[in-house]
């Protein structure tokens, strides 16, 4: 079970800093507009950037596996959220870009969706509540949208 700790960084505000179990931090405030000085991730940036990050080292992890060279890798993540509180995310998209000299469409393809319907717990959580669209391109070209 991961375990982490988050402390107030500055009483005076809302900030605070996250430690990981593995020792590593990330520091998270709120915006002005809610009291915060906007000295770190909200923590629904957090959220959405977990989601890219696990489904990305399932993606490069399942492409190694079938021994794609990787020239390119990125992926952008973009989130609409409710306007009722609590303002949980309802649309999510995902674009993976891909540039690789070897992979086949479908290999790419097969990957990306190992990672959203097997293994990426971030995005089985959030698909709860949230509509998630996948768009791949490869190479500069559109493939698909799941």
């Not at 079970?1 to 931090?25: C, H, N, T, W, Y």
């Not at 596996?65 to 509180?85: G, S």
Request: hydrophobic content about 40%; aromatic content about 4%.
């Amino acid at each position: 079970m991961p375990k982490a700790s988050v402390s107030l960084i500055d009483p005076d505000g809302m900030a605070l800093r996250a430690m990981s179990e593995s020792g590593f931090q990330v520091v998270m405030d709120a915006g002005p507009d809610v009291g915060g000085k906007g000295q770190g991730l909200r923590p629904t940036e957090l959220t959405a950037i977990s989601l890219a990050g696990c489904t990305g080292i399932d993606v490069l992890s399942i492409l190694k596996k079938m021994r794609v060279t990787v020239t390119r890798f990125d992926i952008d993540v973009a989130a609409d959220r409710r306007e009722e509180h609590p303002r949980v995310f309802n649309h999510i998209d995902l674009v993976y870009t891909l540039d690789s000299p070897d992979v086949k469409p479908e290999q790419f393809a097969r990957a990306v969706s190992l990672s959203a319907e097997r293994y990426c717990s971030v995005s089985a959580m959030l698909e709860k509540t949230a509509a998630i669209r996948r768009v791949l391109i490869l190479n500069g070209t559109e493939l698909a949208s799941e």
